[in-house]
């Protein structure tokens, strides 16, 4: 599992362990690692011309240090200066050390464009998102052949993950110190961090087998055997998870289908479908493991293809069961129509599955204040929180990388996962997922697990359905016991 932790929680840990240590002796380790991807790149690239954007913090120290070792070594290095201070040194001290330094005046512009590597020293975990005009004129003028190695995080972008900046550094590749850091993981900004190399400085936190919980975490696919419910000798259909599914209707008769299909690949004990006649001749047909109509299971799913508006036969009823399954103090996942019947915290687990335009229509409805999908865009993580908060349930926000949010009284990490390609923002897709978190809740995941988990299966049966090409969700639904297999066995 990959974890990030805070800006504030890294200068804590970083505070800690200086006491210990000799002035500068963090500062140097950076460096030193710094230089050391630098060196590698430009050997296997067969580069030699460095150019050091640098801000007015630590950040800029780092990048100026590395490039001392690389002028050291025979690079040519330049870096470029604002209308503002260095955190150490100037550029006659610099200079000396062979790092020639261009003032705003000088031709910053012709050394960026003979570039080889790019080292974005602007600013670091002390930045907000945004840069200052000239370094935004110096991120314009990278030449698209120049590797761009962004230092501790791509400038502009926000330390939090939460804001999604008009200026920021794209980088090739971002080395970080001690650990990631959030805007390495979540949506607003993970674009733009490239390759994450990690270099261990020393810091206090995140080692092997500290169990302090970090701000985000990403499951790899070392966490699938550790998490996924395998069932044991003992086990029986009823030990193993009934899952409950409630969707479709005489108008969306695919959703259920696809959700169906996906739980019951997923490894569940046995599903029960409730419908109305049309998709429920479908599911009899096609998902001959089903059985119809209510009875006990361990969770529910509520609200793939489902209508709440709709007067066909068969669909009050229909409704009657989503309702009392929300009522009940069983886990549900909410998706899709299924989120019109939340209007606040529910007794049981929920894990809440909306897209970003549901997850408005929602946080709308909930707080009285009218938000757009693009305004959600803009800051996934807030929103997904609101609501989170708003309805003490974990929200999974879909997504290309798909964020699963808890309450913030509930104390625990945020999940970002990007298992996905593209190829998955495709029609049905949803329906696929709710099918497989339905069966992990009902084999007594928690929410957290249930989402992180369901949604890196999602993403890795979406690649083995058809890799590096086009995939349709009932391709993607058939795939989930091969993903899961590939998984646990590898
Ligand atoms: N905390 C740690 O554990 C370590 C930190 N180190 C480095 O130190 C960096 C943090 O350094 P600093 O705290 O000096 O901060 P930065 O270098 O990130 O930022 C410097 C200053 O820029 C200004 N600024 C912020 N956002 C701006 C914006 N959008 N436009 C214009 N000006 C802006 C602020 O006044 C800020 O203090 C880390 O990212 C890392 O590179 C490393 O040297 C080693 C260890
Ligand atoms: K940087």
Redesign the pocket.
Known sequence: MLRAWSAAR??A??EAVMADLPEGE??AR?ADGLAEVCRARLASSGGSRVVVLA????????ALYAAVHLAAEGFDCVALQGDWML?IGDAASWGASGVRVLGPDDDWAGALASAELVVDGV??????????DLAAQWVDAIPDSAYVVA???PS?QDPAGRQVSDTGVFADETVT??VAKPVHLLPASEAAVGRLTLVD?G?GIGRDGDDEPADVERLDFADVARLWPVPGAGDDKYSRGVLGVVAGGEDYTGAPLLCCTAAVGAGLGMLRYVGTPTPTALVRAEVPEAVHGEGRVQAWVVGPGLDTHSRAAGSKAQLDVARSALASDLPVLVDAGGLDLVDGPRPGPTLLTPHAGELARLLSRLSGEETDRETVQADPLGHARQVADRTGATVLLKGATTLVVPPTTAGLPVRSQNDAPPWLATAGAGDVLAGVCGALLAGGLSPLDAGSLGALVHGVAADLANPGGPVRALAVAHAIPGAVAHLLTR
């Open positions: 890294v200068r840990a970083e963090l500062m950076a801000g007015a913090g630590n950040n800029g120290a780092d955190a600013l670091g975990i002390g930045g907000r998102p945004g840069l200052p230092v501790d995080l502009g110190f001690g400085i810091l």
